[in-house]
Antibody, heavy 120, light 106 residues
Framework: QLQLQESGPGLVKPSETLSLTCTVSGGSIASSSYYWAWIRQPPGKGLEWIATIFYSGSTYYNPSLKSRVTISTDTSKSQFSLKLRSVTAADTAVYYC????????????WGRGTLVTVSS | DIQMTQSPSSLSASVGDRVTITCRTSQSISSYLNWYQQKPGKAPKFLIYAASYLQSGVPSRFSGSGSGTDFTLTISNLQPEDFATYYCQQTYSDITFGPGTRVDIK
């Protein structure tokens, strides 16, 4: 059974780069069935899609974050990653990784999420 | 950008009630509308895709309808485990979520 687990620092300083990894177990990240995504949720607020990637390298970004975000895969480690540059307190959120399915792009399987706080 | 609204923003209901949540988009999105349920401290759970198709394993008391700009999520015979926040999501142009509707116990 496919499972996702986020990992990374829980605290990042303003202006630095937030780096998170999602480890996929119980299945292959190189599967043609899934795309892989990051979504975030600031404390007490709603959900915001960040980015999506296919194992072949195709990427899709939220236009509001595109200039600061990079999503990538490492098929040898069965992982995909998120980098968010020049963070501010507004980037404090629970970050989720998830699977997403073409063509309706719903997020059908989620990790548990990891809280990242941006603070000096 | 496609703007999304949900109404009401919150509601109180009793076990056994029928609950309807509305999601509206600022432009037509055909049926590219999905629904999620989220409980406090948990990741969202995927419920419905393409406006009206129930994800496998989701109880049949959940149903969705609509197309274009107006969509509804209905929970018939509300159960204790259904008290949560519900989000709609459009995937017609980029991906955005509605602001959420909180369903709590009356």
């Amino acid at each position: 059974q496919l499972q996702l687990q986020e990992s990374g620092p829980g605290l990042v300083k303003p202006s630095e780069t937030l780096s998170l990894t999602c480890t996929v177990s119980g299945g292959s990240i190189a599967s043609s069935s899934y795309y892989w995504a990051w979504i975030r949720q600031p404390p007490g607020k709603g959900l915001e899609w960040i980015a999506t990637i296919f194992y072949s390298g195709s990427t899709y970004y939220n236009p509001s974050l595109k200039s600061r975000v990079t999503i990538s895969t490492d098929t040898s480690k069965s992982q995909f990653s998120l980098k968010l540059r020049s963070v501010t307190a507004a980037d404090t959120a629970v970050y989720y990784c998830a699977t997403t399915v073409y063509p309706h792009w719903y997020f059908d399987l989620w990790g548990r999420g990891t809280l990242v706080t941006v603070s000096s | 950008d496609i703007q999304m609204t949900q109404s009401p923003s919150s509601l109180s209901a009793s076990v056994g009630d029928r609950v309807t949540i509305t999601c509206r988009t600022s432009q037509s999105i055909s049926s590219y509308l999905n629904w999620y349920q989220q409980k406090p401290g948990k990741a969202p759970k995927f419920l419905i895709y393409a406006a009206s198709y129930l994800q496998s394993g989701v109880p049949s008391r959940f149903s969705g309808s609509g197309s274009g700009t107006d969509f509804t999520l209905t929970i018939s015979n509300l159960q204790p485990e259904d008290f949560a926040t519900y989000y709609c999501q459009q995937t017609y142009s980029d991906i955005t979520f509605g602001p959420g509707t909180r369903v709590d116990i009356k």
